[in-house]
T-cell receptor, first 113, second 113 residues
Framework: EAGVTQSPTHLIKTRGQQATLRCSPI?????VYWYQQALGLGLQFLLW???????NRGNFPPRFSGRQFPNYSSELNVNALELEDSALYLC????????????FGSGTQLSVL | AQSVSQHNHHVILSEAASLELGCNYS??????LFWYVQYPGQHLQLLLK??????LVKGIKGFEAEFIKSKFSFNLRKPSVQWSDTAEYFC???????????FGKGTKLSVKP
C-alpha cells in the first residue's frame, strides 16, 4: 500500500513568490492535515481538510491557504513568501475524521531565499 | 486553547540507561494522547497512543507512557535505551477522537553507544 506522498521533495523560492505544495493521501483516507515543522518549533498545525471542506485552521496568516480535490488530494499554497516560511511542510492523512490513525508523508522542504 | 509542553529540548544518554521524556498538555475536555517518533531522515511514526482505559499504555520498540489525569501529563518511558533510539520524539494531543492534533516542540534524544 502506498503511503502519503508529497511533492516536490524540495522547493526553493525567493521572497515574495508563491509556493504550491501537493499531497496525495493514502487510498481510502478522506482527511488531510498540513503541518509546518520549523527548526526548534516542532510541528505547528496549519490546516485540516475532510471531504473537500476546510474543517479547522491553525494560527497562520491568510496567505497560507489550501484546498482538497474530489480525489482527496490536497494543495497548500503560500503566497508572498517570507524568509521565516522556510520549513519542512508535512502532510498527514486519516480515514475519516478520526485522529487515531494519522499517517505522515516525508514532507516538502521549502527554502525561501 | 490546546497546548503541549515538552520539558526537555535535547536529552543525551548512554546505551542501557533509562529514559523518561516529559509531556504536559492543556485542554479542557476529553483528550487523546500520542507519542510520535521521527528517526533521522524518516517520516513521523506513531509510537503509542492513549484514548481511554488503562492509563499505562505500551507501544512499539519497548516504549510505554503513563497518563496522569490530575497532572495533565503523559510521560514517555523506556527502561533501557539503544543507540537505534536516537531520534526526535513528539508528544501530541487531540481533542476527543476527531480532528487535528496539537504537537509539542519535540525532544531530541541522542544515545551514545
Amino acid at each position: 500500500e502506498a503511503g502519503v506522498t508529497q511533492s516536490p521533495t524540495h522547493l526553493i523560492k525567493t521572497r515574495g513568490q508563491q509556493a504550491t505544495l501537493r499531497c496525495s493521501p493514502i487510498s481510502g483516507h478522506t482527511s488531510v492535515y498540513w503541518y509546518q515543522q520549523a527548526l526548534g518549533l516542532g510541528l505547528q498545525f496549519l490546516l485540516w481538510y475532510d471531504e473537500g471542506e476546510e474543517r479547522n485552521r491553525g494560527n497562520f496568516p491568510p496567505r497560507f491557504s489550501g484546498r482538497q480535490f474530489p480525489n482527496y488530494s490536497s494543495e497548500l499554497n503560500v503566497n508572498a513568501l517570507e524568509l521565516e516560511d522556510s520549513a519542512l511542510y508535512l502532510c498527514a492523512s486519516s480515514p475519516g475524521t478520526t485522529n487515531e490513525k494519522l499517517l505522515f508523508g516525508s514532507g516538502t522542504q521549502l527554502s525561501v531565499l | 486553547a490546546q497546548s503541549v509542553s515538552q520539558h526537555n529540548h535535547h536529552v543525551i544518554l548512554s546505551e542501557a540507561a533509562s529514559l523518561e521524556l516529559g509531556c504536559n498538555y492543556s485542554y479542557g475536555g476529553t483528550v487523546n494522547l500520542f507519542w510520535y517518533v521521527q528517526y533521522p531522515g524518516q517520516h513521523l511514526q506513531l509510537l503509542l497512543k492513549y484514548f481511554s482505559g488503562d492509563p499505562l499504555v505500551k507501544g512499539i520498540k519497548g516504549f510505554e507512557a503513563e497518563f496522569i489525569k490530575s497532572k495533565f501529563s503523559f510521560n514517555l518511558r523506556k527502561p533501557s535505551v539503544q543507540w537505534s533510539d536516537t531520534a526526535e520524539y513528539f508528544c501530541a494531543v487531540g481533542g476527543g477522537s476527531q480532528g487535528n492534533l496539537i504537537f509539542g516542540k519535540g525532544t531530541k534524544l541522542s544515545v551514545k553507544p
